[in-house]
């Protein structure tokens, strides 16, 4: 309706506006946090073991891929997400023989179609490739008696400034955030020593340090120390801990000394973080170290890398898992007053196509892309007399879809989401974008699950994962945890919350059921919700549409708690069974799945801790 004061009005309210969206950027920051998901470990065509399985993906490709591009696999086949964008992602290709192999296919690198270099790239047309080890051991040769020119420091450099460049122009603050890093890749005796380094921004080093420039990660840290004086910061992710063999979280220094303050707190300084889960198997904990737990037994995998030196099955457990390195960090706290082990928990995917799958029914994996490759169907499997009796299951079967890391942040920048890196306000999916809070206070009251904003509460009166409740009280700290499904994959069961700790010198574990689905209870006595009845059909692997939770949540405090006594607590959520990847293929192909795999799992999430330590 038009008055007199409209010529008045309208200008004054076109002006607030104005000034309303200029100011918009300073409030877009939530105080309570998101959840973002994303990818801090993808590797592509420079990476030396992805080249040779003719991956010729970039990190450009990678970066589309996450945004929800459409991507070729060296198959030939059309990969694409099966769900929403990322909200961030990492190219961490391997600093050991960064882009050498790759820069023989491109005209503007140094030292291209250099005559020496004609063995390291292989036949595009061939369905073979060599193994990583002799990949290694050619590349060596050629090292022997000087590095050739074609692999120095001129290759690197110029690959490192493409990762440079796309994560750069890929890089949308607000919309979808890159990190610039790389992989350093120890592995001796073929045993996995790897971490990701993560940059907090733009600053980064002319080139990255890597296994050649020496085999110690504690020079790593000493040179991510060194850039940091410099102003440029940084983090490194250890993963696949689950085949170093038990070097991963040794009680001594990788050089066999003991290991002391200053090396505990260097340490947590630069790997504040350790990837729980990825494609090649879960990390979190092993049977035989937790028999107690009976989901324990999740994406195991059977095999080391090196088979004949490395007997199979994995033996040494002790020092390769992430459950056990907690306890050994309460350990040494106990007895020597510091911990190298206060471990934050991260996800991530290691695919070396650019690309990962995060869900079952959607899986693929690097080298040849088949189910018979991958061990999910025996060779003549279409031949009726054929049968699994005479088929040896591959490594590559016990692998996983790839896992995702979840992080707790007031914006989807690289700021913002480094420091919650920083501060281990993160947690792993094993694929799916299962939520995940996590709080523990001694001030935090009993019905916070109840109150009308629960997680403003839990910051107010506790600390979220990853924190330290250092202060000891006669009260025990309540935990407030809350999870909510993803809407693209299964309900969820159960929400559990594990304790370890030590007690004369002795480290015990324990896992609590804490929430329910469908209106069950945890048993006061055995800590276990019952089986809520989800099934799966393994005819054609749908599931229970009737059963399961949306979310779930509980307020709870430890019934042992004991003032003085140092613990950890984390979070993990199980979804209901759902089909394995390699049940999809059996099915998919007509035949029974491979009885050495279990054909359905249950996918999870799983928090950083909160350490009660008075």
Sequence with gaps: MYNSMTPVFLPRLYLCAIILFTWLPAFAATPERNAYFGDTHVHTLFSFDAFNMNVRSTPEDAYRYA??????????????????????????????FLGVFAAQLDSEAPFFGH????????????????????????????????????????????????????AERHNNPG?????????YTLSPGSRHLHRNVVFQGSDVPQRPFSSDDSDNPEDLWDWMETLRAEGIESLAIPHNMNQSDGLAFQTTTFDGQPIDRDYAEKRMRNEPLAEITQQKGTSETHPLLSPNDEWANFQIVQYYLDRENNKDPI?????????????TGLQMQDSDGFNPYQLGAIGASDTHVAAAPFTESNFFTSGTNTPVARGSV????????????????????????????????????????????RRRETFATSGPRIRVRFFGGSELPQDVATTADPVAVSYTHGVPM??????????????????????????????????????????????????????????PTTHRCADNGASVDLANCSISRDKGAVELQAAWTDPDHQPNQQAFYYARVLENPSCRWSTWDAIRLGIKPNPDLQPIHQERAWSSPIWYQP
């Design 378 to 421: 025996y060779p003549d499997y279409e031949n009726p007399e054929s049968s699994w009796d005479d088929f040896f299951t591959p490594r590559q079967a016990t692998h996983g879809s790839g896992g995702l890391a979840g992080v707790w942040a007031e914006e989807n920048n690289r700021s913002s989401l480094f420091a919650s890196m």
């Design 115 to 166: 005559p020496d270099a004609r063995g390291l790239v292989p036949d595009p047309d061939s369905k073979e490739w060599k193994s990583i080890g002799q990949i290694i051991r050619d590349a060596r040769n050629l090292v022997r008696g000087g590095t050739p020119e074609f692999m120095g420091e001129r290759v690197w450099k110029y690959t490192w400034e493409r990762i440079i460049e796309a």
């Design 175 to 183: 919309t979808f955030t890159t990190f610039i890093g790389y992989e």
């Design 315 to 327: 033996s040494n457990f002790r020092g390769g898992y992430y459950r056990d390195a907690l306890l």
């Design 466 to 523: 990853g924190g330290t409740l250092e202060a000891p009280s006669p009260n025990p700290p309540t935990f407030f945890l809350w999870a909510a499904r993803d809407p693209n994959s299964g309900w969820l069961q159960r929400a559990q919350i594990i304790k370890g700790w030590v007690e004369d010198g002795k480290a015990k574990e324990m896992v609590f059921d804490v929430a329910c689905s469908d209106g069950i209870k945890p048993d």
């Design 67 to 96: 945004k929800g591009e459409t991507i070729p696999h060296p198959s030939g086949a059309q990969l694409r997400l099966d769900g929403p964008p990322l909200d961030f992602l990492m190219v961490s290709d391997h600093a050991k």
